[in-house]
């Protein structure tokens, strides 16, 4: 006997695949990374540009990945080697699984590497480490975290160590579990933030920065930047949704899911922005101010909050897991597919493509200490990752998701999998067959214009 096991459906109840889903999209890219995108973008117009892309790419190409996941029932690769095979075309569309699989395991390997500032922080804010009363000194407390590479190193082995045993164990219960009270948890303590905000100043500014826009000031690079994010947040052509969709009973609708978890993660990033920018403008810190913008900003509210230290343990403890609710979505693909096709057990496949996480981690977390200089093209290994994974390597596997469910594939696998009204499936077929391949193509070709001048 092999330990190769079927793939079947194993969210349980009413809400499982909602809540894996969820658990998957809301992470650290609405909280951490929303935030400093926006503000390196200039904020408004940046907005628009990711809600736009999140409406009309974001959402129909996670209908059709989903889909695929369902039909196909495995990984991407042998799940879309499937679909070609049923709609007789070639076994090649599979190159797109393996790009998403790759994409999701180049993720996981900066992902940990933030979610150990989170775990840090958490420590930091249970031992009182994260005292201060400036900008500057909240800016030498994260410099400090990130100097030596043993410490830092030990937070991302703990992320890593943690997510290889949930996958391996394949704890999908206890994922929904978590993920059940960690959302509303993590929507009350914004919206205390938000709160705070309007009473503490910085607020009307704030808003002014995230929804005021002049389109002009959106740069080639900002458009781009905006799209990936959009991929980004929604864990698309990665591997995790489809994965998950593998999952997922065959009386579930695909449309209410995709719309709910859409709506749910555009909230949780909208409103991680409102808790965050009013701290900004009122601290007088620079939003430009990269990676470290929450670690920087929010521990300097937490310190004027009523309950503030409390709040602040909650807050991080709630990051960390969320993290590591994305971070185990991410790998699932690829121990799916060792598992799956290659009769690997979940168990050896889960330390194998850990310890090869482990290495890749490493020398993403030695970018902000010893590896600082190891740079090409001004950016160091960590950037690079996010750069080449949320920039190309997404929105490319997403204008081949796109391709695919609306050119080479049957259509009838879609009409079967969404089970839309005539107009509904209409409309998802024009975005996935016309609107968001040619938005994904007009942003590439500006970015590329920009870079060959
Ligand atoms: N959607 C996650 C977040 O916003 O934090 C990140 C992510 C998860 C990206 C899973 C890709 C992925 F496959
Ligand atoms: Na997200």
């Known amino acids: 006997m092999t330990a190769r096991e079927k793939p079947k459906t194993l969210w349980v109840g009413r809400w499982g695949f909602i809540l894996a889903a969820t658990g998957s999209a809301v992470g650290l890219g609405n909280i951490w990374k929303f935030p400093y995108m926006t503000g390196e973008y200039g904020g408004g117009a940046f907005v628009l540009v990711y809600l736009a892309c999140i409406l009309a790419i974001g959402i129909p190409i996670m209908m059709a990945e989903i889909s695929f996941g369902r039909r196909g029932r495995g990984s991407p690769i042998d799940a879309i080697r499937r679909l070609a095979q049923e709609s007789g075309r070639s076994a090649l569309w599979s190159l797109f699984g393996w790009m998403a699989m790759l994409c999701g395991f180049m993720i996981l390997s900066f992902y940990v590497v933030v979610a150990g500032w989170s775990v840090a922080y958490l420590w930091k804010a249970v031992s009182g480490g994260l005292s201060g009363s400036s900008v500057e000194e909240m800016a030498a407390i994260f410099g400090a975290n990130n100097a030596n590479p043993w410490s830092l190193g030990f937070w991302s082995t703990l992320v890593t160590l943690a997510t290889m045993l949930i996958v391996g164990k394949g704890v999908q219960e206890g994922i929904e579990k978590s993920v059940r009270w960690m959302m509303p948890g993590m929507v009350l303590i914004l919206g205390i933030m938000i709160v ?11 808003m002014s920065f995230l929804f005021a826009f002049e389109l002009g000031n959106l740069s080639s690079e900002g458009l781009l930047a905006a799209m990936g994010q959009a991929f980004f947040t929604l864990s ?9 969709g593998s999952y997922l009973p065959d009386d579930k609708s695909i449309a209410r899911t995709t719309f709910s978890v859409a709506l749910f993660d555009t909230l949780v990033a909208l409103m991680a922005g409102l808790a965050i920018f009013p701290v900004i403008f ?23 909050m009523p309950l503030g230290t ?6 991080f403890f709630m990051l960390t897991l969320a993290a590591l609710t994305s971070a185990i979505s991410m790998i699932e693909a690829t121990v799916a ?5 290659r009769g690997v057990s979940r168990a050896k496949a889960s330390w194998g493509t850990g310890i090869l996480l482990w290495i890749v981690s490493t020398l993403a977390m030695l970018s902000f200490n010893v590896g600082a200089d190891w740079t090409l093209a001004g950016k160091h290994f960590f950037d690079w990752l996010d750069y080449l994974t949320s920039r190309w390597m997404m929105p490319l596997g997403g204008l081949g998701m796109a391709l695919m469910a609306g050119f080479v594939l049957r259509n009838e696998i879609f009409r079967s999998e969404l089970g839309l009204s005539r107009t509904q499936h209409a409309l998802w077929l024009f975005m996935v067959r016309y609107v968001s391949p040619l938005g994904i193509l007009l942003i590439f070709i500006d970015a590329l214009g920009v870079m060959a001048l």
């Not at 101010?289 to 670690?295: A, V």
């Not at 597919?337 to 096709?341: E, I, K, T």
């Open 196 to 206: 705070y905000g309007v009473f503490s100043g910085g607020f009307g500014e704030a």
């Open 236 to 244: 698309l052509a990665s591997g995790a949704i489809l994965t998950y």
């Open 282 to 304: 009122a601290s007088g810190m620079d939003p430009d101010s990269g990676p470290g913008l929450i670690f920087m900003s929010l521990p300097l509210a937490f310190q004027q």
């Open 310 to 315: 409390l709040l602040e343990i909650a807050f």
């Open 337 to 341: 597919w060792l598992n799956q096709s």
